[in-house]
Each structure stands twice: as structure tokens, then as C-alpha cells.
């Protein structure tokens, strides 16, 4: 099942960003390897990305999410998508 994600991220001032981001940069390659997934884009000029996530439920999709050490300083926008009837 495909979901459209969208994340914003927004840090505390004064955190100390770069552990953390490289937690989340080594996660999210993780989780790119293993397919679930598989589209990731920066929105141009936000801190902030729209991502596809390939996983069979609502839970899974809820367990990765709250997976990624920067979940905490992000706001999710989660689109569950189905097939569409004009899809060849
Ligand atoms: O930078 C972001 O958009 C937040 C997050 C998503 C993937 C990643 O490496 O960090």
C-alpha cells in the first residue's frame, strides 16, 4: 500500500542538530535499502520533503514513521493512496 508523506521538520533553537542528523540520515538509507521507501524529495526552498512509503498497513506505516530520530521535531502529513481507475 502506497502512502504520500510530507514532512516538515522544525528544530528547537539552540539543539545540538548533527548526532541526530546523521541518525536520521543513516535510518532513512536504511529504510530506502529495504524498499519501504522508495521516492524521497526535498521541497524547494522549505525544510520539509514529500516522500512515498510502500507498506502494507496504517500501523507499519506508523511504526517507521515514529522510527526516524527527527520524529519528534516533525510535523506529518500522511495521504494513504489507492489505484486510480484511469491508471493504465
Ligand atoms: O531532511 C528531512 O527532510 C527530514 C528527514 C527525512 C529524511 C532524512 O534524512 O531526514
Known amino acids: 500500500m502506497f502512502f504520500h508523506v510530507r514532512m516538515d521538520v522544525q528544530l528547537p533553537p539552540g539543539l545540538d542538530a548533527a548526532p541526530l542528523l546523521a541518525q536520521e540520515k ?5 529504510l530506502q535499502r ?10 524547494v526552498g522549505e525544510y520539509a520533503n514529500i516522500s512515498i512509503f510502500d507498506v502494507p498497513t496504517n500501523d507499519d506505516l ?25 491508471k493504465i
Not at 543513516?26 to 536504511?30: N, P
Not at 506508523?62 to 484511469?86: C, D, G, Q
Open 34 to 43: 529495504s524498499g519501504v521507501w522508495p521516492g524521497l524529495w526535498r521541497v
Open 62 to 86: 506508523h511504526e517507521i514513521l515514529s522510527s526516524l530520530p527527527l520524529f519528534p521535531y516533525m510535523k506529518i502529513h500522511v495521504t494513504p493512496l489507492a489505484t486510480h481507475p484511469s
Open 26 to 30: 543513516a535510518r532513512a538509507a536504511e
